[in-house]
């Protein structure tokens, strides 16, 4: 799960998606394209809305992308187009590029949708935003299973 910071929409689509999946079976991690954020916490509001929904994500920690991540993972997950271009132009092949979509492609195949950043925004953001990552980690998780 990629998003800018690694704080907001990431961590949400992580603590969302290896809720759904067997640990044991599964390795789930957010990163952002961006380096400012790395070894905090996520945004406040980010835990407030996990934990409104049951989700503890408050132990993770940002971290940056890099191209190990190609390697250490099947599947990348990108909040938003800008990211998408920021992690392509790390992929070194075509293996690695097909490793990597857009997250909202699950609910709009090919229309390469935003996940909104609720970063600026007002805290009912980060409620739309869980919402929309929500439906889209179960359909990865179906997927998955």
Not at 48 to 69: C, E, M, P, T, Y
Not at 84 to 110: H, R, W, Y
Request: a negative charge.
């Amino acid at each position: 799960m990629v998003c800018l910071g690694n704080i907001c929409r990431s961590p949400l689509a992580e603590g969302l998606l290896r809720s759904k999946l067997d640990p044991a079976q599964y390795e789930v991690d957010s990163t952002g394209t961006g380096h400012w954020h790395i070894g905090n916490p996520p945004d406040p509001r980010s835990v407030a809305v996990a934990k409104k929904n049951g989700l503890d994500i408050s132990n993770l920690r940002g971290r940056q992308f890099s191209h190990q991540d190609f390697i250490n993972f099947d599947h990348i997950y990108v909040m938003d187009s800008s990211n998408l271009e920021n992690v392509l132009n790390l992929a070194q092949n075509q293996e690695e590029k097909k490793k990597v979509s857009m997250i909202l492609d699950t609910l709009f195949p090919g229309e390469k949708v935003d996940v909104p950043d609720p970063y600026h925004g007002l805290d009912d953001g980060f409620n739309r935003v869980y919402d929309m990552l929500e439906q889209s980690c179960e359909i990865i998780a179906n997927t998955l299973k």
